[in-house]
């Protein structure tokens, strides 16, 4: 009886070589019917501060102390007249979330960053010839940058809820529940005046 010839075994697909340290990316398969939800938080936060506040970025008021060496309360973010519950601070502004879905905003307003309308024509002080400074306890910061403010809330969509914001050096970012995120301030050289959709994910 002659002896069988074996069939070929079917080639196989070569395996590709990852290097060490490489990453390898794979998609995630998206499910039917799946949604973004980010949780909103309820916790009322109590703000304390501290460093300089020269250009308002304390949220203090226009004529409280300027530098803070010690944490101390902020009390125009009272958490119980207020209710802070996230809060983002950037180079020389901050914001913050309240618990009824209104941002705060206070410090400096470059480039838009506070997503508001903050000139104020107070504050200027007549010099004498002979004067050569003014002390700095008599400077009087701009109430529209030193007071945390909300930001109008028809610059954002009807609807829009909010579950946290953060701060960079001249923009500002909120996220809301259904992962749109809303920007305002400054991009690389451009100026956005306005809160806008800046992505549907993050």
Same mark, same amino acid.
């Given at each position: 009886?002659?002896?069988?010839?074996?069939?070929?075994?079917?080639?196989?697909?070569?395996?590709?070589?990852?290097?060490?340290?490489?990453?390898?990316?794979?998609?995630?398969?998206?499910?039917?019917?799946?949604?973004?939800?980010? =949780?909103?938080?309820?916790?009322?936060?109590?703000?304390?501060?501290?460093?300089?506040?020269?250009?308002?970025?304390?949220?203090?008021?226009?004529?409280?102390?300027?530098?803070?060496?010690?944490?101390?309360?902020? =009390?125009?973010?009272?958490?119980?007249?207020?209710?802070?519950?996230?809060?983002?601070?950037?180079?020389?502004?901050?914001?913050?979330?309240?618990?009824?879905?209104?941002?705060?905003?206070?410090?400096?307003?470059?480039?838009?960053?506070?997503?508001?309308?903050?000139?104020?024509?107070?504050?200027?002080?007549?010099?004498?010839?002979?004067?050569?400074?003014?002390?700095?306890?008599?400077?009087?910061?701009?109430?529209?940058?030193?007071?945390?403010?909300?930001?109008?809330?028809?610059?954002?969509?009807?609807?829009?809820?909010?579950?946290?914001?953060?701060?960079?050096?001249?923009? =500002?970012?909120?996220?809301?529940?259904?992962?749109?995120?809303?920007?305002?301030?400054?991009?690389?050289?451009?100026?956005?005046?306005?809160?806008?959709?800046?992505?549907?994910?993050?």
């Amino acid at each position: 009886m002659a002896p069988r010839k074996a069939k070929p075994a079917p080639e196989s697909t070569p395996r590709k070589r990852v290097g060490r340290g490489a990453v390898q990316k794979t998609r995630a398969p998206k499910k039917a019917g799946s949604s973004i939800s980010n =949780t909103i938080p309820k916790q009322r936060l109590n703000v304390y501060v501290f460093g300089s506040g020269s250009s308002a970025e304390l949220g203090l008021g226009p004529k409280n102390a300027i530098d803070v060496k010690r944490p101390r309360l902020n =009390t125009n973010l009272d958490a119980e007249k207020v209710g802070v519950v996230d809060i983002g601070a950037g180079g020389m502004h901050a914001a913050a979330l309240t618990h009824n879905n209104h941002i705060l905003t206070w410090g400096v307003n470059d480039n838009c960053a506070l997503g508001r309308e903050t000139t104020w024509d107070g504050g200027l002080k007549d010099m004498a010839d002979d004067d050569e400074s003014v002390a700095s306890d008599e400077v009087e910061l701009n109430p529209r940058e030193a007071i945390p403010t909300a930001i109008p809330r028809e610059k954002f969509p009807e609807g829009a809820k909010f579950c946290q914001v953060a701060a960079g050096d001249s923009a =500002t970012f909120a996220l809301t529940e259904d992962g749109f995120v809303y920007g305002w301030g400054s991009f690389v050289v451009c100026c956005l005046s306005f809160p806008l959709v800046a992505s549907s994910y993050f």
